[in-house]
């Protein structure tokens, strides 16, 4: 059974720092380009950053470059997102979501192109 297990979600307060963790089971880790979305309310779910842990291939939005970072862990099959300088608009329901991993990762694949998904984690920024 495939599953990817958010966490790290929580309230902070801007400028402040978070880390998410994306832990997959059930599907061969290397194969696959692990994403992290972002769905404020009322807003369309949003690419954030995504990479392929083969070879460490990472893309980032222009919201978010320069202050996030992805990687991943190939041991425990698990993709982190670093989130520092937080800002209000940030908060939403993170998501990370798996799909067969693309030649390349520019442009990036939107949403339905993805096959499997977390269950989402919260990120609040406070002002």
């Known amino acids: 059974e495939v599953q990817l297990v958010e966490s790290g979600g929580g309230l902070v307060q801007a400028g402040g720092s978070l880390r998410l963790s994306c832990a997959a089971s059930g599907f061969t880790f290397d194969d696959y380009a692990i994403g992290w979305f972002r769905q404020a309310p009322g807003k369309e779910r949003e690419g954030v950053s995504s990479i392929r842990p083969s070879d460490g291939s990472t893309y980032y939005s222009d919201s978010v470059k320069g202050r996030f970072t992805i990687s991943s862990d190939n041991t425990k099959n698990t993709v982190y997102l670093q989130m520092n300088s937080l800002k209000p608009e940030d908060t939403a329901v993170y998501y990370c979501?798996?799909?067969?991993?693309?030649?390349?990762?520019?442009?990036?694949?939107?949403?339905?192109?993805?096959?499997?998904w977390g269950q989402g984690t919260q990120v609040t920024v406070s002002s």
């Open positions: 979501a798996a799909v067969i991993a693309p030649a390349d990762l520019w442009p990036p694949l939107p949403a339905p192109e993805y096959d499997y």
